[in-house]
């Protein structure tokens, strides 16, 4: 059984001149336990709603996911945000750091909310992204290539079965664009984590055994050039 | 705040605790401003309570050891005010022979005679007995005590025992002299000329005796530039009573069926009337207060409202971690009732000031003491109830933080 499993997903948003806009509409998608893959889909793709459909951010209007054996549309938002909390990491493409925190605040937090603080884990992971020096600056004190690695020590800190990196590299030059990407997928595969990654990024998807096209997964995005 | 403790897991509350903790320093500046305005308004409806409280309390307390005043015919409080508190100016004079009849009733136990009419700098000097500053308990088990060194005045000499107020105010001690000013309100153009010594300062009693300069009752009643017709009489004469029932008789033969005099009884009972006639200041005392404190909650409302925009993303990023809408809503309001509490912990030392300030006009202009450390239900029911206020105060920005759309905050959206 695969940890991620997607089908009949739609969703839906309300334009602004009150018509209907479907933005997702994926009839089928799975990921095996500990997989890598990307997605490759340009702006306006549904990327980032897909994946906050299967973060449990958003809910979807019909259809199914399968996270672990937990159907996530069957459950309570409170269900939802707790199996967030517990089985998924997200990467985000500004990082979305916290910027009253330090960095060892920001890892501890992704983990207070999930299965409770692991202090020397948070400082584990950290080391592990090359921040053990760093570990009580304020993110704005930081480059962006290591605000990128503490998002990423943060995604790891509960340990997740699934990692959702939304465009991580999106905000990076390409020297910290490649480091970004490499922590991300050792870091996955050390801690044993599933990653779906989407990107528009030709050079990003180059780096993946298994890239997808979102054009063709998810109905509703307008078709684009296959990145092979 | 206990009903939303109630409500969360502890993981939800040590979670909300958390953010508010990181949300109050990073907040710093209008957490500080917010508080100071909680601390301002709790401090003046602390202090008002206290005071308006403890001021009645101790005002109705202080008989000086009488039952009642005998006067001229006047209002029983202005007799009360001027012969007890040293207040307000003498209604007039009786006769030394209606002083010497109540001396001799045998339902009388005390009857000591008082005569006013000059001051020092403003201090006014009370003509009286020496009984005043050796037999009368000014409070259960308490009677006037000179200073080491000092004794009770003759009263065939000009001599004064002071106030230990007055001795500080006037910086008077033992073995100076001075000169008497005419009349109760000091005008240095109305210097009298006898020379009065000073042979002894009086232990603090608490009391409004504290403001007194005492002298012998033929001191005043012989003064230079006083009326020579009038100097057997007394201002009023002050009565400690063998039994409530003297009370009621006396009252009766003085106040309804003479016409000459009036019999002030009970005291405490008429300082009481002074508190129920200026009650309506009270009431818009506390009126303002408690518009200040609903005023300081509003900023607090407002403060963190306002702060909800910029807040939007990160109670987003918040929610992307896993933290609960009920977490986010119990940190705002949490943070709500923190700074209410920060502001009433200030607002402790700001009602020490205000009491404080307000005892000493209050001793400066009576010599009656308000102690500002008195322990009052208010002192526990004003922070509690600052502190719910202000948690209600958090529901309306908490319920916008709990809307929070967390997918529309996240940025980017493709």
Known sequence: MPLLHVSQLKKSFLAPDGATHAVVDVSEFALEEKA?????????????????????????????????????????????????ATKIGYIFQTFNLLQGYTVLENVLLGMSFGAGEDREFAMALLKRVGLENRLHHQPRQLSTGQQQRVAVA????????????????????HANAREALALIREGCRENGAALLLVSHDREVLAQFETVQDLARINRAAAPKEVVS | MGCTVGLLSNKTFSNAVRLVVKSLRQHALSTSVTAASIALAGGLLMAVWVVKSESQKTFTGVTGGFDAVLGARSSQLQLVLNSIFHLEASPGNLANADYL?????????????????????GYRLVGTTTEMLTDVEFAPGKKFKVREGGRVFDPNL??????????????LKYG????????LIFNERDKHEEEYVVVGVLEPSNTPADRVIWISLAGIQNM????????????AVLVKLRSPIAGKQLELMYNKQ???????????????????????MDRVLALIAYLVALVATGSVLASIYNSMNERRREIAILRALGARRGTIFSAVVLESAAISAIGMAVAFGIYGVIVSVVAAVIREQTGVVIDPLTLHPVLLL????????????????AWKAYRTDVAENLVPVS
């Open chain 1, 36 to 84: 890598q893959v990307a997605l490759a889909g340009e702006s306006g793709s549904g990327k980032t709603t897909l994946l906050n459909l299967i973060a449990g951010i958003l809910k979807p209007d019909s259809g199914t996911i399968r996270l672990g054996g937990e159907e996530m549309s069957a459950l309570s938002e409170p269900q939802r945000d707790r199996l967030r």
């Open chain 1, 154 to 173: 943060r995604a790891l800190a509960n340990r997740p079965k699934l990692v959702l990196a939304d465009e991580p590299t999106g905000n990076l030059d």
């Open chain 2, 101 to 121: 009849d109540l001396k001799k009733d045998t339902r009388v136990a005390l009857a000591v005679p008082i005569a006013v009419g000059d001051n020092f700098h």
């Open chain 2, 158 to 171: 000009r001599e004064a025992v002071v106030g230990s107020f007055a001795a500080r105010k006037l910086g």
């Open chain 2, 176 to 183: 100076d002299t001075f000169q008497p000013f005419h009349g």
């Open chain 2, 224 to 235: 230079a530039g006083h009326d020579p017709k009038t100097a057997t009489d007394v201002s």
């Open chain 2, 258 to 280: 003479g016409n000459r005099l009036t019999f002030a009884w009970p005291i405490a009972q008429i300082m009481a009337q002074l508190f129920d006639k200026i009650g309506w």
């Open chain 2, 382 to 397: 004003a922070p509690a109830g600052m502190i719910a206020l202000g948690a209600l105060a958090g529901v309306v920005p």
